[in-house]
């Protein structure tokens, strides 16, 4: 009997971490696990939590940024990296496409086929506030097995007259659509 329990534990253990290897990775943590740890994990990367936004900040990719963690049933499914610093028009598109081109030519990942660079003659702010239209671009973290759950996106957002950018780090399997923020 000691060996059946010991076998199914070694089972359960094995499982357990491919889980953890077969999700998205933001810095090299699994976007899984309590919203508690992962705080933990990304103080110890160097950021700084504040208990009145429930927000991290520190630098990443260059830029100083906010990290928002969001959780389903008090497990991470998304970690969001949105730049402290607003820029306008010109500035944003630069700001796309550098970050597009790190992720194309980063070997972790690969590019969704309808995800493309900006054109220097796309007018966002036109076709932000006219036609709705959602600038996104969406990679997989390799290996591509299970791709569904190893999700990087990024997208232009616009606040107060300045656009962001902001990185979105998900793991779906732990996503839900009444998800608690």
Do not use: C
Not at 1 to 29: C, D, E
Not at 74 to 103: A, H, M, P, S
């Amino acid at each position: 009997m000691k060996k059946i329990l010991s076998v199914l534990m070694l089972l359960l253990l094995s499982i357990s971490i491919y889980a953890q290897q077969n999700v998205t990775k933001f810095l090299g943590i699994p976007v899984d696990g309590s919203k508690a740890a992962m705080i933990q994990k990304l103080k110890a990367k160097g950021f700084t939590y504040n208990t009145i936004t429930d927000r991290l900040e520190g630098a990443f990719n260059g830029e100083k940024v906010y990290i928002l963690i969001q959780t389903n049933k008090n497990k991470v499914w998304r970690i969001i990296v949105y730049d402290k610093t607003g820029r306008d028009e010109g500035q944003i598109k630069i700001r796309y496409n550098k970050l597009f081109q790190q992720f194309e030519d980063n070997s972790k990942y690969t590019v969704s086929e309808t995800s493309h660079k900006l054109s220097d003659s796309e007018n966002i702010s036109y076709e932000i506030s006219v036609n709705n239209k959602q600038y996104a671009a969406v990679f997989y973290q390799l290996p591509y097995e299970g791709a569904q759950n190893r999700i990087v996106w990024f997208t232009i957002t616009k606040d107060y007259g300045e656009y962001n950018i902001a990185i979105y780090y998900e793991n779906d399997r732990n996503a839900s659509h009444g998800e608690d923020l």
